[in-house]
């Protein structure tokens, strides 16, 4: 079956620091990736997607790549700020099953 | 703001109970998603409506049902409640259910069992 594994949290940075959060993935067939973040109390939104391999996905300062022979989607942002501070979900939709199965979630503070 | 109306933000109720839950979709979405977010299990998929037909089924127990409305509001009902299904509902509704297009979430139903 689907599956997505991330990495645990909670991660905690300062400010302007570098971010990565792994996440790799088990499907079958070619499937759509996700990020997704929860802010506290909010509801999930869409962060950034890549629907093929080699695709980037970007917003926000936010990137990933789609890499089909890693079968990886690793998130990555230049310089954090205390506003990122939320939970990120890694979710992949393959063509069989079109309900989003997401991963454990990664929780990331970012300290001023 | 998701477009997406998830009603009652909250909600408190007895074990053995029964309880429904309700969502509007975002304006001409047809699919609606129903999700489960707990501690201990994360965020789990439990049925997909598309224009008023069940899609797709995850891990929703026997004690749970959904329908889709002919106005595409969905309501998930739970019944016979108990302790372990206090969690965060979520629905998600995109428009055509496809692969590639993103699902828009709802901010949460927040049910309690006590």
């Known amino acids: 079956g689907n599956s997505v594994t991330q990495m645990e949290g909670p991660v905690t940075l300062s400010e302007e620091a570098f971010l990565t959060i792994n996440c790799t993935y088990t499907?079958?067939?070619?499937?759509?990736l996700f990020w997704y973040v929860q802010y506290p109390g909010e509801g999930l939104q869409l962060l950034l997607k890549a629907t093929k391999a080699d695709d980037k996905g970007s917003n926000k300062g936010f990137e990933a790549t789609y890499r089909k022979e890693t079968t990886s989607f690793h998130l990555e942002k230049g310089s954090v700020q205390v506003s990122d501070s939320a939970v990120y979900f890694c979710a992949l939709k393959d063509t069989g099953r079109r309900a989003l199965t997401f991963g454990s979630g990664t929780r990331l503070q970012v300290q001023p | 703001d998701s477009g997406v109306t998830q009603t009652p933000k909250h909600l408190i109720t007895a074990t053995g109970q029964r309880v429904t839950l309700r969502c509007s979709p975002r304006s001409g979405d047809l699919s609606v998603y129903w999700y489960q977010q707990s501690l201990d299990q994360g965020l789990q998929f439990l049925i997909q409506y598309y224009n008023g037909e069940e899609r797709a089924k995850g891990n929703i127990l026997e004690r749970f049902s959904a329908q889709q409305f002919p106005d595409l509001h969905s309501e998930l009902n739970l019944s016979s409640l108990e302790l372990g299904d206090s969690a965060l509902y979520f629905c998600a509704s995109n428009p055509d259910g496809r692969r590639d297009t993103e699902a828009f979430f709802g901010q949460g139903t927040r049910l309690t069992v006590v």
């Open positions: 499907a079958t067939g070619y499937p759509s």
